[in-house]
């Protein structure tokens, strides 16, 4: 063993540091920086620096603020070994007879790299022994330990792309935008033709979105919950007894801890006809401390131009609007990295023309909002480079991480890994569900602005000229002659008055012409129903043609209508049960990751207990909305039809369950009550037996029965006339 003595030292006393000024000047500036600076200093003498000089100097600056930070760690971790005999002296004081201590480096049992120096000193490996327990850490934010240097390139190269993807769909937000219009949400005051012309916009895009958004709302959340489990594989009373664990603990999570989840599901179904793309982002929440699934718009969403879907995307870029305090917050539970964050106010069009269609504006407290950037991406980080398990050489393969910037500042505040720890392959996490109104020709959907929005706008322009007519109609305009005097001429007359006017020579009805202005348009008005017709047809709301229809119609027809009339919404419905599908199972994947192995937790009326390994390949999460039903109108037709096609043949049919199908539904609850569960048969006497077979009720043999003496009875009674007589009773009874 060897022994060093480390002698301990005063601390030294606080930094104290004088202001200074730097003034920024161009040619244009420089006559009146030149007065400016003569009358503060006096003498014109300063020392010029061009930029990129001083990008150099705060790089340097930031360097050394890094080398005391860790200095600073290094004194904090060391210096309570060396202090053997009492508490720490408060800072600048001397440490007194403290100074002559000794301690054994060896008994210091820690990875931190000494090197023993000539003269006896030591040098220690601070900065090694950080990277490699963050690299061990699979969450680790790997923005701490990076090179200033490597996070200001990687922040300028992802930025830089960021701006790219979003010039490459400019087209699809102005499309986007223009088409909020249609909604009809502000009247639009018009000059044009004429001072007063209406501004109305017709309802039929509004009319489409809300009957779907209150339709999908009901199916896609239901009051019960919207989960529901299968097993994988074989069927054990232990795995069942998982299954209905899992199902109850997701229902309450969603319906009652997260309290997100009804109001962004239903944001979202009011967005997604609207632009035909809408996401939700699942992922734990730090400072909530639990699982988060926020609606995430379409336009804060981006994507490479040549992308076809998430999970092939080679780069997805979030925007994130977040209050300067909620940063703040982040940084202080090291989530982000210690930073300076500037507030970023600008808006794009899309988020203006949202606020403008509310009727809000900005005020002096929205500027405190920070845009941070969230890009889901693969890297080859100088330090984390993806070696061959072979040879252990370096690949050059990317690997998958997810880099959060500021864009004011156009800082790095956390890169950390989005693979699972163990995964040979790298596989990304997923964190976002796409939900799609109609697959588009790229990554974005469409939705009924991109569809319908030609009729929208045709309807609306049709309705203004209808209104318009009508009231150049009503309130006729024209000539007058040049002497004519009217009383009060700017005034309109009011019903029942009569005003005094000044016709010099002739009659009044020579000196003034009206413009011979026609009542409105009966081809406009066909026209209107013909274009408002084509636009409710293809937004589907079949509830319409089903409930129209002739109710004793053959079933059949029944079908081919329901069909006919669903084709549109049966297919959107399954698009969305299939992201709903997928956002179940990131859930699921978030809870497996976030609960201890046993998490017991109450509900009303009962104590439940899930267990973190109940979420594992044999139990699959899927929305308990059924992809081939959307509404309760279709549901009800389906289970009439059934209840038809029972009637027409009770004795092959169910007609206790197609009842039962009915009562479901239409909602009802506590069906046993109303619809009790029939007794089943019992034994009888081979006389009752008899009786029934005339009329052709079936006949049930029982175990416990006396079967000869049936049989005898049976066979007794088929000799008789009524018996022989009649061939469907003879064959019941054999």
């Not at 804060?300 to 609007?321: E, G, W």
């Not at 500027?367 to 480079?385: N, R, S, Y």
């Not at 992201?579 to 990751?593: D, G, I, P, T, Y």
């Not at 049930?700 to 049989?711: E, G, L, R, Y």
Request: glycine residues 6%.
């Amino acid at each position: 063993e060897v022994e060093r003595k480390i002698p301990t030292q005063n601390r030294p006393r606080p930094v104290s540091l004088n202001d200074i000024h730097f003034y920024v000047v161009t040619e244009d500036t420089f006559e009146a920086f030149k007065k400016r600076f003569e009358k503060e200093n006096g003498d014109l003498l300063f020392y010029a620096m061009s930029v990129r000089d001083y990008e150099t100097l705060a790089l340097n600056m930031a360097e050394i603020k890094r080398f005391i930070e860790q200095q600073k760690q290094v004194i904090v971790y060391y210096e309570p070994t060396s202090l053997i005999d009492g508490p720490i002296p408060s800072q600048g004081m001397p440490l007194g007879g403290l100074t002559d201590q000794e301690i054994d480096v060896e008994e210091i049992q820690d990875p931190t790299e000494i090197v023993e120096e000539e003269d006896g000193s030591v040098v220690i490996n601070f900065e090694d022994m950080l990277s490699e327990q963050l690299q061990a850490e699979p969450d680790a934010n790997l923005a701490e330990i990076l090179d200033e240097r490597v996070l200001m390139d990687l922040s300028s190269e992802l930025v830089g792309y960021y701006e790219d993807d979003k010039g490459s769909r400019q087209d699809w937000e102005d499309s986007y935008t223009e088409g909020l219009d249609l909604l009809g949400i502000k009247y639009e005051s018009r000059d044009e033709p004429f001072r007063g012309s209406s501004g109305v916009t017709h309802p039929v895009i509004a009319e489409a979105v809300t009957q779907f958004q209150a339709q999908a709302y009901k199916e896609l959340l239901p009051s019960s919950g919207p989960v529901r489990t299968q097993i994988v594989g074989a069927s054990t009373p232990e795995v069942e007894s998982q299954s209905q664990r899992v199902q109850e603990f997701m229902n309450f999570q969603i319906m009652n801890v997260m309290d997100e989840y009804d109001p962004e599901m239903d944001r979202l179904l009011f967005y997604l006809p609207l632009a035909g793309s809408a996401f939700k982002k699942i992922y734990f929440d730090d400072i909530l401390d639990r699982a988060v699934s926020k609606f995430v718009p379409a336009d804060d969403l981006l994507v490479p131009y040549n992308a076809t879907d998430l999970s092939s995307a080679s780069r997805v870029t979030h925007v994130i609007r977040m209050n300067t305090n909620d940063v703040r917050k982040n940084q202080a539970a090291g989530f982000y990295r210690e930073v300076d964050i500037l507030a970023y106010g600008d808006e794009d069009e899309v988020r203006q023309k949202e606020r403008e269609l509310q009727g809000i504006e900005r005020s002096g407290g929205d500027d405190q909002d920070c845009t941070i950037l969230e890009v889901h991406t693969d890297l080859d980080l100088p330090g984390f480079e993806h070696v061959s398990p072979i040879d252990g050489e370096e690949t050059g393969i990317k690997l998958p991480y997810i880099v959060t910037i500021d864009e004011g500042s156009q800082k790095v505040l956390a890169v950390r890994r989005n693979w699972n720890e163990g995964d040979e392959y790298y596989r990304k996490v997923q964190y976002f569900s796409h939900y799609k109104f109609l697959p588009g020709l790229g990554f974005y959907g469409y939705g009924l602005l991109h569809m319908i929005g030609g009729l929208g706008r045709s309807a609306t322009s049709i309705l203004r000229q209808l209104i318009d007519a009508g009231t150049l109609a009503n309130l006729p305009a024209g000539f007058k002659a040049r002497g004519i005097r009217i009383r009060d001429a700017d005034e309109p007359l009011s019903p029942g008055e009569f005003r005094d006017i000044d016709v010099p020579g002739g009659a009044l009805r020579e000196s003034i012409m009206p413009l011979p202005y026609k009542e409105p348009s009966q081809t406009l008005m066909s026209l209107l129903g013909f274009v408002v017709d084509a636009g409710r047809r293809f937004a589907a709301i079949a509830d319409l043609q089903v409930g129209d229809g002739n109710q004793q119609a053959a079933v059949g027809t029944t079908v081919a209508l329901l069909e006919r009339g669903s084709k549109v919404m049966s297919a959107i419905h399954k698009r969305l049960h299939y992201a709903q599908k997928q956002e179940f199972r990131m859930l699921a994947r978030v809870f497996s990751e976030s609960l201890p192995p046993m998490y017991p937790y109450s509900v009303y009326g009962a104590e439940a207990t899930i267990k973190q390994a109940d979420f594992d390949e044999r139990v699959d999460v899927i929305p308990v909305s059924d992809p081939n039903i959307f509404s309760m109108s279709q549901r009800l037709a389906l289970a009439q039809t059934q209840l038809q096609l029972a009637q027409s043949n009770p004795q092959m049919h169910n007609l206790h369950e197609a009842f039962r199908r009915i009562y479901q539904a239409i909602g009802v609850t506590n069906i046993e009550a109303l619809l009790p569960t029939p007794q089943p048969p019992q034994p009888t006497d081979p006389a009752i037996e008899n009786a029934k077979s005339i009329i052709q009720e079936a006949l049930q043999a029982f175990p416990t029965q006396d079967h000869d003496a049936h049989m005898t009875a049976h066979i007794i009674f088929m000799k008789t006339p009524i018996a022989a007589s009649s061939p469907p009773v003879f064959a019941l009874l054999q």
